[in-house]
């Protein structure tokens, strides 16, 4: 079985992408290798943020690698917390504070439209190649559900109209920003 790491350590991605991995690829996380730099995420794009996890593991640890990195994106606050998303309420990555913070922002508003966007990058055989999800959907005006992680008892997406935190992991994943970019990757890779 072929061997690929998947730059993080976070269980609830983890379990996510080896459900749609299959039995195809061995995924392994950065504690797997070994690894436990703090790897620097000082770009100001997605895409930018990605590149330089996979790269990483890739230039250090000679490994095939890919590196997502997601944002939530709020119409109404000109795409806030965007590449922001994980510390916009500060560096201690608090999901909660994170919410509080968003919801206060949002309060009174009437545009709540929003969406997350992932973008995942992929080191491979020398090369490199981009993937990218995306789901539309709301604001809700307060928290519901107990499910996932981060944002999900505030966002609701379109399709379903419940939050992702009051919706099961398989069918979040069937929608979501990351199990889209995560299935065009795995096309792309049993494809090669
Ligand atoms: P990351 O780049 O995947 O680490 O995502 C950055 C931040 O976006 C996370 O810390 C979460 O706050 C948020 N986020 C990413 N994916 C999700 C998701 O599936 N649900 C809710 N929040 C998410």
């Known amino acids: 079985m072929k061997k690929i790491v998947f730059a993080t350590n976070n269980a609830h991605k983890l379990e996510e992408v080896r459900a749609i991995a299959g039995d195809s690829f061995h995924i392994l ?84 439209k929003a969406h997350f966007s992932t973008v995942i990058a992929l080191c491979l055989d020398g090369e490199e190649k981009i993937f990218e999800g995306r789901v539309d959907g709301t604001i809700a005006v307060q928290r519901s559900g107990a499910n996932g992680f981060g944002y999900d008892p505030i966002f609701v997406p379109d399709e379903t109209g419940i939050s992702f935190a009051d919706m099961t992991a398989e069918a979040k994943n069937a929608i979501s920003h990351r199990g889209r970019a995560t299935e065009k990757l795995f096309q792309y890779l049993k494809d090669k």
């Not at 000082?42 to 943020?49: I, K, M, P, Q």
């Not at 944002?71 to 608090?94: F, I, K, T, W």
Request: with cysteine; net charge negative.
């Open 29 to 112: 996380s950065l504690s797997d290798i070994d690894c436990h730099d703090d790897i620097p995420e000082t770009a100001d794009t997605l895409e930018g943020n990605a590149l330089i996890k996979a790269r990483w593991v890739r230039d250090r640890y000679g490994m095939d690698c890919f590196a997502d990195d997601t944002g939530l994106m709020v119409d109404a606050l000109n795409g806030e917390p965007g590449v922001y998303s994980a510390r916009y309420a500060g560096e201690a990555h608090d999901a909660e504070a994170n919410m509080a913070k968003l919801l206060e922002k949002m309060n009174g508003q009437t545009d709540r």
